[in-house]
């Protein structure tokens, strides 16, 4: 891969003093074997490699301080990994140090049912969490396509989304208040655990979306909401990819919320069949792209009057006969062929996916542009994602694409969609981050104004940039 | 009034030529007679003056941007005024220098249907803003007492709630990207368009309710969504205002979320009634406190459902007769009654209000703390407010307790009430910000790692310390 270090200040090397003083207190959660370093030295970005030095698997916020204090007084790099289910990098060592893995801090601290609260550790799995929380009523939404491997913590380092943020809202409208780590070993808490809150700067914001580049999240109180008890869910086929982006906005403006409403490409769902075991989804010859829409709430009969109103919108905009899923079954198999895109995508190609969000009425000039851009340079994209919030993911088929290409002219291609992806009022990235491959293109987004204000904050928190350096900027 | 200034930085004084170079683009929008310095000294916290030397009223970012050149050149302070119906004292010109007007950006930019945004100036109120959007069928949901007369850019910088807050959120959760000028006079946007983003640091949110001591506001993107078509409004007695207190919690337990759920205490609706003509609300001798009730959504069954269910939840909490409104000027008297209270406490006595905020479930045991500490402390309190979000207005009245007390002992008194409300999880602003008033306190919701980091971003933005200094910390 081509994407060099930019660091330029003098870390230090991991030794032998360093490792015994971590044994001292982690005893065999110091792990410097070639195969756990391996292990820890990539995520699902695309193929990435950067070995750490030695992996730390703390199981407590005062050992977390204890190594960061160490580290800071001996400026060693330390970057913290959830699940490592990232898609931008942002847990790759790529300055060596310490890999600082959040797996231990598993348990879910309390579920407050009388304030509709939870309180979790970061190495809480995302989908463990929302049915622990399930059980007793109550509704986490954010739910990105890993959510059965990822961490919760990785969720709020990335503010990630996922298709029931178009009704819910992604992760940082969620997180109350955080317990962090920072770099000097410090421990605060960032704000109250109220759903409302005036006091001071909203360092829980800062802290939500900054990819472990602030201070390392030991504990979070999340908001919960009641949670919807129907849903129906539906998968449109649409002869032309434009319209259904059309479509979009328009069901929007029609007044009805949808809980889901996700784009797919023809080729992200014939790709992704496969991987589906006893999919009965046909996608005919003419079927340019689909609209998976899922409508949720409290009672059956609003629901079936929303999809009422749902196709009375779809039938301005040319579509096939809709599916409506009749089982959970068929429901659990829509969403399953949804969330696997990522993954067949993956498995089809060497790829790269572009995180692009843009004002939802823009979502057919956002697709035209890419298409366009496409056949300019050569290359072919898939492109599927959370329509509803203007979130398309473009995925980049390297397929017989030279290195050549691949690694220098495609950069200034995703430099001509991003560049009209922020003039459309969106940006880079909406919900996977900047981590280590987007940075090359944070200039698009932001001025050097802007980007200094950022370097400025990341120094008042991290003076000797030891913590995730590299990354965002 | 006994809050001292606490800035040891010189500032320049404004002279003759500094009004000169004001008037070169300003003209008659440079005002420095003693009637409008004496108009802009004050806002509606409490009875505090402070004289700015001039007031200044840019129509345009460009002259803002060319005021804030000057004034970081020369050292002169700079603190942004909206309608200045702030509870907090933020926009006081407590070092004198420039009162920054914002009256003049009074423009609605772009009501975008095809979005669900709209893009406002700062100098909207809100209840303007509102009802501009609502004619396209769209909702702007936060809507503090002052709606009528207070600006959006002031919610904005406080980060405001009011009563829809408890379903709908406060003003953070719809703001999507931000105009502002930073002290130095450069111009930025701090995010984009769309409703979810993960590119860099969330400087969006830092600027929200960061009280004009970070940058000045020029133009606000919000997210909007549709307006529900219908609402039931109840008005509810209780014997014992911890009862009304408990049944909180109690209603969102059975899954309910109302639209409003206001707490008021007896003496809150007895004073209030005279202000509101022709109120036919009567309050019992045994009516200890009332809780008003909205629900609102899209279908009129639904909402009574709702209803009978939350009537079901009072039944265990002793309550008298539930007065459904049964028109729409019903519902609009008991709004008013609401929304008065304020006003009413404030020309009953002199008073200070505070503005805490616990998980819901502490409320009972923040209304107990705040009679136990009143009763031992001497003083009488009048409690209302966002019951749902658990922030309680507590209103200290005056009346005959010496100035002595009120200056001194008092203070103490509210440490003790605000400490209690850390201890709960809480803490000291939900909605009305720290400004000036509130800055003594700061250190009982943030210790000295917290507090220095707020310090060292406001250093980052600001390094001269112009922009509306000695408020927060």
Same mark, same amino acid.
């Given at each position: 891969?081509? *994407?060099?270090?930019s660091?330029s ?11 015994s ?6 005893q065999d959660?110091c792990l410097?074997?070639?195969? *756990?370093?391996?292990? =820890?030295g ?8 950067f ?15 204890k ?19 990232g ?6 060592p790529?300055?060596k140090?310490?890999a ?25 799995i995302?989908?463990v969490?929302?049915?622990a929380?399930?059980e ?12 059965g ?5 990785g ?9 029931k943020?178009?009704?819910y809202?992604?992760?940082?409208? =969620? ?24 006091t001071g700067?909203?360092?829980?914001q800062?802290?939500? !979306?900054s990819? !472990?580049?602030l201070g *390392? ?10 949670h ?6 539906m998968l449109v086929?649409?002869y032309d990819?434009q ?14 919320t949808?809980?889901?409403l996700?784009f ?6 014939l ?29 059956p009969?609003?629901?079936? #009057?929303?999809?009422?109103?749902i ?8 579509t096939?006969?809709?599916?409506f899923?009749?089982?959970?079954? #068929? ?5 399953t062929?949804?969330?696997?895109? !990522?993954?067949a995508?993956?498995?089809f190609?060497? =790829?790269k ?6 004002p939802?009425?823009?979502?057919p000039?956002l ?9 300019? =340079?050569?290359? #072919?994209?898939?492109?599927?994602g ?10 980049i *088929?390297?397929?017989d ?7 220098n002219?495609?950069?200034i ?12 009022g ?33 120094n ?8 995730n350096? !590299?990354?965002?900027?």
């Open positions: 891969m081509n *994407i060099s270090s660091a200040e003098s870390y230090k090397t991991i030794d032998a003093s360093d490792l003083f971590f044994r001292s207190f982690l959660r410097d074997s070639i195969e *756990i370093r391996t292990e =820890y990539h995520d699902e970005t695309e193929d990435l490699q070995l750490p030095d030695v992996v730390l698997k703390p199981v407590s916020v005062d050992e977390v301080s190594i960061m204090r160490y580290c800071s007084e001996k400026s060693i790099v330390v970057t913290p990994a959830g699940a490592r289910t898609l931008s990098g942002g847990c790759l790529i300055e140090g310490i600082l893995s959040m797996e231990k801090f598993n348990q879910i601290l309390k579920i407050d049912e009388n304030n509709h609260q939870v309180i979790t550790e970061p190495g809480v995302t989908e969490l929302q049915n929380v399930r007793v009523g109550l509704f986490y939404p954010p739910d990105p396509a890993s959510k491997s990822c961490f919760i913590g969720n709020v380092s990335e503010n990630s989304g996922g298709p943020a178009v009704k809202g992604v992760t940082n409208e =969620y997180v109350l208040n955080l317990e962090v780590v920072l770099p000097n070993g410090e421990i605060i808490w960032t704000g109250a655990n109220v759903l409302k809150n005036a700067y909203n360092l829980t800062l802290l939500v !979306g990819e !472990g580049t *390392i999240i030991t504990k979070i109180v999340l908001k919960l909401i009641p919807p008890t129907h849903d129906l869910l086929p649409f990819a319209k259904a982006c059309e479509a979009v906005a328009a069901i929007f403006k029609a007044g009805i949808p809980s889901g996700e797919m490409e023809r080729d992200a769902l790709w992704t069949i496969p991987h589906v075991p006893n999919s009965s989804i046909e996608v005919k010859e003419n079927h340019a792209a689909h609209l998976l829409i899922e409508v949720d709430g409290f009672d009969e609003i629901l079936m #009057q929303d999809c009422e109103k196709l009375a919108v779809l039938e301005s905009f040319e096939d006969e809709v599916l899923a009749e089982t959970q079954a #068929q429901k659990d198999q829509l969403w062929l949804r969330r696997k895109v !990522g993954e995508v993956k498995s190609s060497i =790829y996916e572009e995180d692009t969000v843009v939802r009425y823009e979502l000039r697709l035209e542009t890419v298409k366009r851009i496409g056949k300019q =340079y050569g290359f #072919q994209s898939v492109c599927y959370h329509a509803g919030d203007g979130n398309l993911h473009i995925n *088929i390297k397929g694409l030279s290195d050549e290409f691949w690694n002219e495609l950069t291609a995703i430099q001509e969609i991003f560049t009209d992806v922020v003039a459309m969106g940006t880079i990235s909406g919900e996977h981050g900047i981590g280590l491959v987007q940075k090359p293109y944070m200039s698009i987004a932001f001025n050097s104004v802007q980007l200094d204000l950022m370097r400025s904050i990341k008042v928190f991290d003076p000797k940039n030891i913590l350096p !590299g990354k965002i900027f």
